[in-house]
């Protein structure tokens, strides 16, 4: 037996080594640390090296780390006072917390005599502690180290950390972070005692935004159908992650919001393929997210299910990028009572994006505030036209018309303030009758019918030729002719398809072109003052749907309604919150609220006409941003790890 401090051990393990010709790696993937019970990961590459103060050579302790607080000050305010201004609006930043007043390192440009006490100590007023101040750089570039959280190594390496948040509604298939200009990976990082993943999160405080960066420092969640460079894309399928490499570019959806300054934080939940289905009955690859509405055992809807549910939970998650195709946006948005759009068809290519059907797909946002909300359509829209006269003629579809309940008192109170601010009298549409007086030629009398198998026509057979075929194909060359597994959801839809002869399709396409040539000439017509000669209201209604409860298989999306207007007719529909209704819930036995949420249409390509209106609305207090919690406008979430 060889001993541990045996000669001939070492030299049989050195001879092993030498023979079996090892190679080592050692790449260091950043680290955890505890900051004020705060948690934080740090990356392992430096944000820049500076001067390590001696002064602060005690103050190192984990990983050879000390915390500390940039500030850069301006030519103006280089004063003590202007020193405890800056950091006193710190406050207000998710990151940041007075364990970083460790020490402050001073930025301000040259010719700028600061009088404060550089290179000694001080207490801030309020502070808990003595910090350290010392001058970080003084030239023209003062500027390149932005003022916020640090970490700073005894080399002096320089860290911008990001603050780790519990993913408990299961919203992120993959938390990510940026390696590089052109690049992501995922983020090799946890909380401790916590049972569900972390998303990391950058300082509000690094960011500044400019004409060019519009949206710089808004945190954003993609839906994980959309290609991000150096991340594998699942379209909520196991076997595709698993199949086809990471993406060498960016979707162009994502490629624009990133231009423009957006911080990706991580891809988030779709239903299967961006198929509808319903949380507990038809999710199997992957858990559906938790609606954090009402009781917090609701529907989160489908498809851009992780934006919404992240949205409705998160205050740290400023936006989510969806898609809608028959209503993907629109239904999480409804349930969980977010602002969501479903814009004119065509306004961004959707390269890089997996298909549904490339005649309905649409790539839209999900979010809180109407502000952030129109700041990224400027930029995912380029050259949309915005306008700030109405139009007087307000149709509704379907809309309530007496308070039989909470949630039609709350719909007709927002009417009527519409009404009001618009000076007009809304007038119930009934498209039915509609169609079949101003009926097209050699169009079917009953506009169900005609319409009845367009929709799952068009997603079944687009998405079989687009996706599941070459999909099958690659997975059966790799794995000895095998098959992938798939969601019952997309089976059903993509069976009744291939029942179908693809001369199906051409129709399916020309009745969607005979509808929307009627809409356009009937309904809503284009209009050179006002975009748009009306504005359409739908709602969807207030209804639980428990995610506990099982349902039969899943069915084929025939028939027509209110939610495949804008399909068919490439019109934006965008979701408004509007307010709360009460229910009781089976699951708390306690009366809860969920959201009442309108929708809003215009003629194609009037988007900025709507984007428009509701900024005029929440400034005229007609509607708010929502918050996350229990109901739009706050309270403790009941599902919470």
């Given at each position: ?5 045996s000669?001939?051990?070492?030299i ?27 948690p ?5 590459t430096?944000?820049a ?20 607080t ?10 003590l ?6 950091i006193?609006?710190?406050g ?6 007075e364990?970083?007043?460790e ?23 309020g502070?808990?502690?003595s910090s350290?101040i ?13 003022s916020?959280?640090?970490f ?7 860290y ?5 948040y ?12 940026r ?11 946890n ?26 420092g ?6 994980d159908?959309?290609?991000v ?22 979707a162009?959806?994502v ?23 319903t ?10 997210p ?6 917090g055992?609701?529907?989160p ?20 990028l ?9 239904g ?7 602002f ?18 490339p005649?309905?797909?649409?790539a839209?946002?999900?979010t ?11 930029v ?12 007087k ?7 309530p018309?007496?308070?039989d ?12 303030k ?9 007038t ?47 997975y ?6 095998r ?18 002869p ?15 040539d009627?809409?356009s ?13 009306s504005?359409?209201?739908y709602?969807?209604?207030?209804n ?8 039969g ?6 028939g ?12 934006p ?12 819930s089976?699951?708390?036995?306690h009366?809860?609220?969920?959201p ?5 249409l ?14 005029d ?21 009941l599902?919470?790890?």
């Amino acid at each position: 037996m060889f001993s541990l401090k045996s000669p001939a051990l070492f030299i049989f393990l050195s001879s092993l080594f030498q023979h079996l010709n090892w190679a080592i790696s050692l790449t260091s993937t950043g680290q955890t640390l505890v900051l004020n019970d705060i948690p934080y990961y740090v990356p392992a590459t430096p944000f820049a090296t500076v001067p390590f103060p001696n002064s602060l050579q005690s103050a190192a302790s984990a990983g050879g780390l000390a915390p500390v607080t940039v500030v850069v000050l301006s030519a103006s305010n280089a004063s003590l006072s202007g020193l405890e201004q800056a950091i006193d609006a710190f406050g207000v930043d998710d990151v940041w917390n007075e364990g970083f007043l460790e020490a402050i390192l001073v930025s301000y440009a040259t010719g700028v005599k600061p009088i404060i006490p550089l290179n000694g100590s001080f207490t801030l007023p309020g502070a808990n502690q003595s910090s350290l101040i010392s001058v970080l750089q003084s030239n023209n570039s003062s500027s390149s180290i932005p003022s916020g959280p640090y970490f700073l190594s005894t080399s002096g390496s320089l860290y911008q950390p990001l603050r780790l948040y519990s993913d408990f509604a299961g919203a992120f298939t993959q938390p990510l972070i940026r390696v590089s200009n052109s690049a992501y990976a995922a983020l090799p990082a946890n909380i401790a005692g916590i049972q569900s993943p972390a998303v990391g999160v950058p300082s509000r405080l690094y960011y500044t935004k400019t004409a060019h960066q519009p949206l710089a420092g808004v945190r954003l969640g993609v839906k994980d159908i959309y290609d991000v460079a150096g991340v594998r894309t699942s379209d909520g399928n196991r076997a595709w992650y698993g199949l086809f490499p990471p993406a060498s570019v960016n979707a162009v959806p994502v490629q624009r919001l990133v231009d423009a300054g957006a911080v990706i934080v991580g891809k988030m939940k779709t239903s299967q393929f961006a198929n509808g289905e319903t949380a507990t009955a038809d999710w199997v690859d992957y858990h559906s997210p938790f609606n954090p509405r009402g009781d917090g055992y609701q529907d989160p809807s489908s498809s851009s299910s992780g934006p919404g549910a992240g949205e409705g939970s998160y205050p740290w998650l400023d936006l989510g990028l969806g898609s809608d195709t028959g209503g993907s946006i629109r239904g999480p948005s409804q349930v969980q009572g977010l602002f969501g759009n479903r814009p004119s068809h065509g306004l961004v290519a959707l390269t890089g994006v997996m298909p549904l059907a490339p005649q309905l797909d649409t790539a839209g946002f999900l979010t809180r505030d109407p502000a952030i909300w129109v700041a990224a359509a400027k930029v995912l829209y380029v050259d949309l036209p915005f306008y700030n006269q109405y139009p007087k003629t307000l149709y509704t579809v379907d809309y309530p018309t007496s308070a039989d309940n909470e949630a039609d008192a709350v719909l007709l109170a927002f009417l009527a303030k519409l009404e009001g601010f618009l000076s007009t009298s809304a007038t119930a549409l009934n498209l039915s009758t509609l169609w079949t007086n101003t009926l097209p030629a050699g169009a079917d009398p009953s506009l169900d019918e005609f319409l009845n198998i367009t929709y799952p026509i068009l997603i079944s057979k687009e998405q079989t030729m687009l996706v599941r075929d070459p999909f099958y194909a690659a997975y059966a060359a790799v794995h000895d002719g095998r098959r992938p597994f798939v969601d019952p959801a997309p089976l059903v839809r993509w069976a009744f398809g291939d029942s179908y002869p693809n001369s199906t399709l051409t129709e399916a396409v020309a009745n969607k072109t005979v509808f929307q040539d009627w809409w356009s000439a009937n309904v809503q017509r284009n209009d050179s003052a006002t975009c748009s000669d009306s504005l359409l209201l739908y709602t969807a209604g207030v209804n639980p749907l428990y995610r506990n409860e099982y349902n039969g298989p899943p069915q084929v999306p025939y028939g027509f309604g209110t939610s495949r207007i804008s399909p068919f007719t490439e019109v934006p529909d965008f979701v408004i919150p509007i307010g709360s209704a009460a229910y009781n819930s089976t699951i708390t036995l306690h009366t809860e609220f969920l959201p009442v949420t309108v929708d809003i249409l215009a003629a194609k390509g009037c988007d900025g006409l709507i984007f428009n209106l509701v900024q005029d609305l929440q400034a005229a207090g007609i509607v708010n941003a929502s918050l996350t919690g229990q109901t739009i406008t706050g309270g403790e979430i009941l599902l919470r790890m």
